[in-house]
Structure formats: C-alpha cells, structure tokens
C-alpha cells in the first residue's frame, strides 16, 4: 500500500514577534546557561584531576611500602663468601636468594 504525500504550500508565520530587548534578553539567558553549564564541566574536571593525584600518590605509596626492606640476613663463611645467600624480610613477603654462581641465583618468595 503506497501513502500518498500531500505537499503544503504556504507562508509560516511565528506565533510571537519579538522586539530587540526581548531577543537580547533570552540571548543573554541563554549565555548565563551555558556559562553556568562551562562552570560545571571545569568543576568536574577539576574533581577528576585531583581523584587522579590522589590515585597516583596512593599507588607510589603501595610501590614504596611493597619494595621496603624491614631485615636483610647474608649468610657469609668466613674468611670468604664469593656466592652468599640471602634473606630479606619486607613488610609483604619474604624472599630467599639462593646464589650457585657468579651470575646464577635462585628466587623464593612467600
């Protein structure tokens, strides 16, 4: 079934004609909205910027707190030790280090 469209032909009046004050008035309103509407995206982005320090500072003090070394034993014979083991205790783990060679060792943490 095919709707047939009617053209309208003819002159569109407004319903109100406006004088200049009341077109500088709501331009102005309109200014005041969307000034008020830039106070508010400036606000929120402000909030964002601090919540994003404040994440950074916190995930700098987890880093520093997870690599802080509270006791550090070497096991050395002596006179010397060219290969000693290690043990250090950190706030979060425990980590054994456990040297064969020069450059060679082993890692356990818990």
């Known amino acids: 079934m095919k709707q047939k469209t009617e053209k309208i032909s003819g002159t569109i009046f407004p319903k109100k004609l406006y004088t200049q004050r009341e077109v500088d008035g709501l331009l102005e309103k309109k200014g005041r909205d969307l000034s008020s509407q830039v106070i508010v995206a400036e606000e929120v982005a402000q909030t964002t910027d601090i919540k994003k320090q404040l994440d950074k500072k916190t995930v ?8 802080r070394i509270l006791v550090s ?10 290969f ?4 250090n205790v950190e706030e979060g783990r425990i980590t054994i280090i456990k ?5 060679s ?3 356990r943490s818990a």
């Open 60 to 67: 700098a003090n987890l880093v520093k707190k997870s690599n």
């Open 73 to 82: 034993i070497s096991s050395h014979a002596f006179p010397f030790d060219f």
């Open 84 to 87: 000693p083991n290690t043990l």
């Open 99 to 103: 040297r064969h060679f020069l450059s």
């Open 105 to 107: 060792e082993v890692l």
